[in-house]
């Protein structure tokens, strides 16, 4: 950087950290794109997303999302989705504690031989369920935190791994308090 | 109070019921249905306009003018995808707009039928909310629900797409309801807590500074008294953006006027000096902030707005309130009375004596001529014109274009009223000021509305001369032909080496003849000393005016802040500045980027 120009030589950068949002919206139609649009439009982030109806009789869905950013702009998240009409709220998982957070994937292997047994031992370890089997394929379920998914994948790797299948996150937060 | 009716008739009962006098729109087949139960009424009057973003412009100069909702009705396809332009500037500067869309029939869509476009899927960027009606049951209620969400919290426009065979359908019409609604309930009371700290740092602040916005005006009349009362209580001075013009009256001695890119040189320093920020109602735009990491660096700021994700965007602030300004301005002006804080006068004394040094400098000086119009003269005289004897109890409304014209009308046009100027701010819609002349002529007949224009921008939407020749809107169009898309050409200036690519308005259409060929009333003036005459012709004319006002072609808009340096770092125009520059060599590399 010259003297001529006028930037300073630092820049300000802060750290970015992973948050899970637990947004409640009405279901109608459209809503999933305003919210996936908000994202897009305005360059943030989506790592992981999940969503359902929760209270049929009021159409009302949770849509959880995990996203990372600067505190700024998980604040900025924040204020933008509740500028939506249909966003009834907002939680910030993340900031109100540690939330519990699963994910379920599917894992179809295929092979045969010591690979096949070794697969077996390794869903067993892990307490997946076979969902499904024929003489040279599984498909496993597991549920649990996104870390121990990713372990199950890359084991499942080695053994003949084909297709993998994942939900993304639900989170909760921890405690009596509820949404 | 329930009736059975068609859809196309909930719609006219709907605007009716929700008070709309005027509508803007084009038809086209999707919405036949509504047109012709336009027919059969006389209370909600039809503007034809010529394209649907002047429908749109039109809808937006009279809901700023007169601080209602303003409506549109166009027809699929292209009459949707024509009005996003219109959507998208009121979307950026906040105006509520009711936009009702005609769609193919509900079974057709999806198939690409003929004049099918995803409107709602278009239009979901650049609208507050968006709409698609499915059910004739749905439609009243969303109906009345576009009307407040266009209107409470931050306004903006709402579109509703309208099936035609919803519009069609026979369905229970239901009035508007008070009861509130079950997700949008914006906050419009501000933080008593924060508002006291606020008042607080108000009282306790050396060299305070009001940077006030649009959302004064959105708040309504209320809000303005409101200001005056809390910036002639404080004795403190007061700044706005291009948005927030009006609400401050720009002939007080505490107004330092404009700030920003274009802002005077008094206020521009200002923000950047001073010690503590009072911003009402405005978003730290990068118009105003300029570099921002140099912006007002050793300030406290306090930040009142409705949007929550207005307050810590672009600049960190240390008290923000959010609420509607008339509500958070009452509250804090009688706080500020009741607890009567001690203002520190002797440093207030030198804090005005600072700004008097600046504002000595004269920034909007300009090299007299008397040979060519020059632009900045031209719009002050057009401002003395409508301080004559002639015209005093007229009111006086001006909208611009976007460009060099448009920033010297807000240098040197003042306002002294909120509402009375429209202007594309946050978009910066080249072909927005004469549309949106004519829907404020049809809100206030009898006042004077003046669209400040250049002669590239007015042709964006020149067709809608018909509709104010058909309306007898007689709206006067002031030109400032310098045959250049002025601003275009200045940043040439500025970036490119004087390159003058593409920025000369090459083929321009006799101005006089073209006025004269809708039925307008045409002139031109390019002496100075013919120009007080002609403008005051101008005004006496009863009909629509297209003025060509001939005026300095190189002419560049000064003061100025160029791409990313600090409000300190302005440029003023040469004839000011104690050595010439060469403004070429004033922008670096990395501030050309930025635009």
Redesign the interface.
Known sequence: MNSQTHYPAQTVSQAVHRHTLAIIVDNEPGVLARIAGLFSGRGYNIESLTVSETEHEKHISRITIVTAGTTNVIEQIKFHLLRLVPVHRVDDLTVNGEAVERELCMVKVVGKGDHRVEAMRLAAAFGARTLDATLESFIFELTGASDEIERFIKLMTVVGLTEVARTGIAAMSRGSESL | MSEMMTGADMVVRALQDQGVEHLFGYPGGAVLPIYDALFHQNSVQHILVRHEQGAVHAAEGYARSTGKVGVVLVTSGPGATNAVTGLTDAMMDSIPIVCITGQVPTHLIGSDAFQECDT??IT??CT??NY?V?DIADLPRILHEAFY?AANG?PGPVVIDLPKDIQFQTGLYARPTSSQH???RPTVKGDLDQIRKAVEMIGAARRPIFYTGGGVINSGPHAAELLREMVRLTGYPITSTLMGLGAYPASDRQFLGMLGMHGTYEANLAMHDCDLMICVGARFDDRITG?I?AFSPNSHKIHIDI???SI??NVKVDVGIVGDCGHVLEDMVRLFRTTSPQIDKPALKEWWAQIERWRSRKCLAYRPSSEVIKPQYAVERLFAATKAPVNRGRETYITTEVGQHQMWAAQYFGFEEPNHWMTSGGLGTMGYGLPAAIGVQLAHRDALVVDIAGEASILMNIQEMSTAVQYRAPVKIFILNNEYMGMVRQWQELLHGGRYSQSYSESLPDFVKLAEAYGAVGMRCDKPDDLDAAIAEMIAVDRPVIFDCVVDKSENCFPMIPS???HN?MILNEYLSEDAQDIGSII????KMLV
């Open positions: 709602v899927g979901r960027h507050k909310h698609l499915k969400v931050r079950k997700t949008y570099r990491d949007d929550p994700s810590n965007k990313g340096k600090a770092e670096d590399e990395k501030g």
